[in-house]
């Protein structure tokens, strides 16, 4: 049973245009009161209409009010057809909310190259508008209506007290495909009631992203979609948050938990994946050399495949971090640590076949790789590779 | 039925040692006349400890005699150990066949982290000297004592008239898991009988080799094995090749025939894959940027899953392309074409079901991108992503 409610003065609704089958295809985010905004977007420089769009309103800083959002259509390699339709949506959706265009986001996710089915979402948001609504079932509607692949809706809220005033942050995402993290969209939408300065909202989302949904991506976000936004009304009457200040400090651990539990939602989902990873290495001269170890592991088809095949292969992860090319990497230093238990310390160790053979059984999966050559380190989530993957992406589409 | 006979002055031998089940796992090369040698190998941090001695042995340049390899352990992360028994692997051979330590090189594929055992190597060793011989079966029986997970033996032979001299090449070589290229082992062996200055020998091999196994490869060869070995003993009795002449380039052009037949054949020999694709980024600002583009295309595992499911999903190559991050590359100019026939140019052609029916269908298949933003190109290949490869990966070992 996952907690729902939404923040005060949020409404939103999501419902089925018609462009897939049967499922909920089309979404509205809708605050009355304007919103301080901050957003991260994909660095892919193939990118579609609506995030060229979306990233130009923001840059506006006139405040948001609204986000359109579709599945089915990418809305994206479609060209100038595709941003003349992009603007149409946020037009549509201005001019039925009663807002400036200026104040309205879009977003879109599926497949690639496709013109829009603009007959369709016309039809579609002006009854979206009429059935946006503050409760339970219609942040299932919209959590549903942003989905492709996804197995289900990836929804977290809390609530936190800042200075004596409750402050509720809701997050609701899809995304599934983060096998190969470089090319899953990822979608997700933070909403908050807290009153907090542009300037805090921009570094608080920076931050918070860079250890949740950076960290289960690759290079950054490389699918040519990826959208995270940030809402915040300031219904919840506190005190204006600034950055450098207790109040920041306490809204950022509650964000934390919101982008933490939804990023590993994201991996929980990967297409067809059996295990749910944990790679951290660590004893790094710098940050960067542990992110980009940690990386090259988690992006290993062979260790996927090891972890799907619950084989502690430890060898393809040793393997690895010599890819990486790493600085002060010593193999007959190095340590690697699979569940808790060390396999290879400088050399292999004997490892019991009873404790053997609990490793890489569980669903959670926990990999460290100790270095000793520094002090810094890194981790990130991701998941196996499975014969299901493949099954889902070889037809997903065309 | 593959032509095979071995340049002149040149034996092999290969047999089963006991370390494989019932396959063949150790295998020699020997030449009487001392070899000018050359090498590329894996640019991995964490190298075999047979790669580390091989490396030491060519630099010494005291001409090569012999080359010992065995399969079903990689001698890898074994640390002082594996020294000594790469070590010792080098001085039994060189004590059997009664030459110098410093003329035979060592190589090892198979498992990595686990001690070599050493006494059923040194008992095949004195075998293999006994065995030794120019004849068709044996080198069936060196090819095939190399492999490891290969469906085939991989040989290649050809002849070049150099100046009025019959010169002949052989390549053999191993390697399969190329589906994620940067954790494969590839071994391949070059024996020729040219004879060849030190100089133009390296300078060959460099130049033959980033055309062939290194553009089935991503970022140079990172598994903790890759060798490739180049030896000339000179017993064609042609005149003494040197860098700049025509007779390097006649020299130059067998030995890349061998050369891409074997990456070839290593692709095609891909764990569990059924395609063989031919993927060229053209129009870039700079080689480099279109060998980047090509990489990513080539490990994005949803183009390699869409490729088994015989779908042509250009938008998962644009989004890679997007995702490689090179210069000048605009959206709405590019073109991608698949199997002869465009799906994008700027946007997204209807391509008639009939004309799409045929792409992707064939065993080979071929991919080109036009940036259309400069005037270099580069192509690779690679084979495609599959539930086989899953299967075969996800309990190769432990």
């Given at each position: 049973m996952i907690k729902i409610s939404l923040p005060k003065g949020f409404k939103v609704s999501g419902m089925h245009s018609g462009m897939k089958k049967?499922?909920?295809?089309?979404?509205l985010i809708f605050s009355q009161s304007k919103c301080v905004a901050a957003g991260v977007f994909t660095q892919n420089k193939v990118k579609a209409a609506p995030v060229i769009l979306t990233q130009q309103i923001l840059k506006k800083n006139e405040g948001i009010n609204a986000v359109i959002v579709n599945s089915a259509n990418a809305n994206c390699c479609t060209g100038k057809q595709g941003m003349i339709d992009a603007k149409k949506m946020v037009q549509i959706t201005s001019d039925c909310l009663n807002v400036g265009m200026n104040n309205v986001c879009v977003c879109s996710t599926g497949i690639i190259g496709h013109k829009m089915d603009m007959e369709k979402i016309i039809a579609a948001i002006p009854q979206l508008v009429d059935t946006l609504s503050y409760k339970k079932e219609a942040v299932l509607d919209f959590a549903r209506s942003i989905l492709t692949t996804d197995k289900d809706v990836k929804i977290k809220t809390i609530s936190v007290n800042i200075c004596?005033?409750?402050?509720?942050?809701?997050?609701?995402?899809?995304?599934?495909?983060?096998?190969?993290?470089k090319m899953a969209t990822m979608l997700a939408y933070i909403l908050t009631d807290a009153n907090i300065e542009q300037k805090a909202l921009t570094k608080v989302l920076k931050e918070t992203n860079e250890v949740s949904f950076n960290a289960i991506s690759v290079d950054g976000d490389m699918s040519t979609n990826d959208t995270v936004i940030l809402l915040a009304n300031a219904q919840a009457?506190?005190?204006?948050?600034?950055?450098?200040?207790?109040?920041?400090?306490?809204?950022?651990?509650?964000?934390?938990?919101?982008?933490?539990?939804?990023?590993?939602?994201?991996?929980?989902?990967?297409?067809?994946?059996?295990?749910?990873?944990?790679?951290?290495?660590?004893?790094?001269?710098?940050?960067?050399?542990?992110?980009?170890a940690t990386r090259v592991i988690a992006n290993s088809q062979l260790v996927k495949t090891s972890l799907y095949g619950q084989d502690p292969n430890w060898g393809r992860i040793a393997s690895s971090v010599g890819a990486s090319m790493i600085a002060g990497l010593d193999p007959d230093k190095m340590e690697i640590i699979l569940d808790g238990v060390t396999f290879y310390n400088g050399k292999r160790i004997d490892v019991p076949a009873k404790k053997k053979a609990k490793?890489?059984?569980?669903?959670?999966?926990?990999?460290?790789?100790?270095?000793?050559?520094?002090?810094?380190?890194?981790?990130?989530?991701?998941?196996?590779?499975?014969?299901?993957?493949?099954?889902?992406?070889?037809?997903?589409?065309?």
């Amino acid at each position: 049973m996952i907690k729902i409610s939404l923040p005060k003065g949020f409404k939103v609704s999501g419902m089925h245009s018609g462009m897939k089958k049967t499922k909920k295809d089309i979404g509205l985010i809708f605050s009355q009161s304007k919103c301080v905004a901050a957003g991260v977007f994909t660095q892919n420089k193939v990118k579609a209409a609506p995030v060229i769009l979306t990233q130009q309103i923001l840059k506006k800083n006139e405040g948001i009010n609204a986000v359109i959002v579709n599945s089915a259509n990418a809305n994206c390699c479609t060209g100038k057809q595709g941003m003349i339709d992009a603007k149409k949506m946020v037009q549509i959706t201005s001019d039925c909310l009663n807002v400036g265009m200026n104040n309205v986001c879009v977003c879109s996710t599926g497949i690639i190259g496709h013109k829009m089915d603009m007959e369709k979402i016309i039809a579609a948001i002006p009854q979206l508008v009429d059935t946006l609504s503050y409760k339970k079932e219609a942040v299932l509607d919209f959590a549903r209506s942003i989905l492709t692949t996804d197995k289900d809706v990836k929804i977290k809220t809390i609530s936190v007290n800042i200075c004596g005033k409750k402050v509720m942050i809701i997050g609701v995402c899809k995304g599934a495909g983060m096998v190969h993290p470089k090319m899953a969209t990822m979608l997700a939408y933070i909403l908050t009631d807290a009153n907090i300065e542009q300037k805090a909202l921009t570094k608080v989302l920076k931050e918070t992203n860079e250890v949740s949904f950076n960290a289960i991506s690759v290079d950054g976000d490389m699918s040519t979609n990826d959208t995270v936004i940030l809402l915040a009304n300031a219904q919840a009457g506190n005190e204006l948050i600034k950055t450098g200040t207790k109040e920041y400090d306490e809204f950022k651990s509650g964000l934390n938990v919101v982008l933490q539990k939804l990023a590993q939602d994201i991996v929980e989902d990967g297409e067809g994946s059996t295990k749910i990873v944990t790679i951290t290495v660590k004893g790094t001269k710098t940050k960067k050399d542990a992110e980009k170890a940690t990386r090259v592991i988690a992006n290993s088809q062979l260790v996927k495949t090891s972890l799907y095949g619950q084989d502690p292969n430890w060898g393809r992860i040793a393997s690895s971090v010599g890819a990486s090319m790493i600085a002060g990497l010593d193999p007959d230093k190095m340590e690697i640590i699979l569940d808790g238990v060390t396999f290879y310390n400088g050399k292999r160790i004997d490892v019991p076949a009873k404790k053997k053979a609990k490793v890489y059984k569980n669903k959670y999966v926990d990999i460290v790789v100790d270095v000793k050559a520094g002090k810094e380190e890194y981790s990130m989530f991701t998941c196996d590779l499975t014969k299901r993957y493949v099954e889902i992406n070889a037809h997903y589409t065309t």
